[in-house]
């Protein structure tokens, strides 16, 4: 994660997982999923909605087929970001959650986003937000613009958090971990859930590639929990916000 991005992080206990995260990142194998505030609406001009065949690719993962989400009366299905960073392919799907009435923001209003990046470029959501979508990040010093709206709203700090991510397990898919996890499991279509405060994974089979897979997701910080809520707070009009883990 950037330094200023909060959220979830992997780490390998073992060498033989630290060899196979490497592989799964680098094979794009590991799906991620970040939530953002952006200052303004972002742009739709130039984002394609992603095709079935560039959903399912590795990396991204989204079911283009799912129920869109309604936000102000409006549907808002997955977008999606093409644009090539320090001339690499770079690519980022991201959907609207909800909109915020914020006198600081630019058109008074904050957009709160759902981003899957495919690949993993520099700063690539920040970078891809605010030059593809024209709606950089709030308290993104570094691609805000530097404008009266951005400079106004540094001081809440940046809010990007990595929420969510799957990956394979590095254990239970060698031969040793597949034929523990038969033994001590109810089924092949077992599934583990732990449940702590504000944090949920999941272990399971992946009935489509037959991978046990590892699924994490965590609420989003105290401080960018508060100031959603204290946006919500603030609402006058009909501008509607998802609810988001």
Known sequence: LDKPTSGLLVVAKTAGATA?????FAERVVR???VALCNGVP?????AAPSVSAALDPGVRIDV???????GGKQTPWRLIDRALDNKSAVTAWRTRGYFECPEATNNTLTLVELRPKTGRY????????????SPLVGDYVYDGGGAAALSLRRHGIFLCSNGISLEHPFYNTDVGREEWDDNTAGPDCTHQHDKAEQMSLLFRDEATDRI???ANISLPEEFRSFLDSMKEKQTSNLKITNMV
Do not use: P
């Open 65 to 71: 087929r799912e129920e869109e989400i309604i936000v």
């Open 20 to 24: 196979d995260l490497s592989r799964q």
């Open 123 to 134: 700063h690539q959501l920040r970078r891809h937000m605010a030059r593809a979508a024209n």
């Open 43 to 47: 742009s739709t001009e130039k984002d």
């Open 32 to 34: 991620k999923t970040y």
């Open 213 to 215: 897979m590892v699924h």
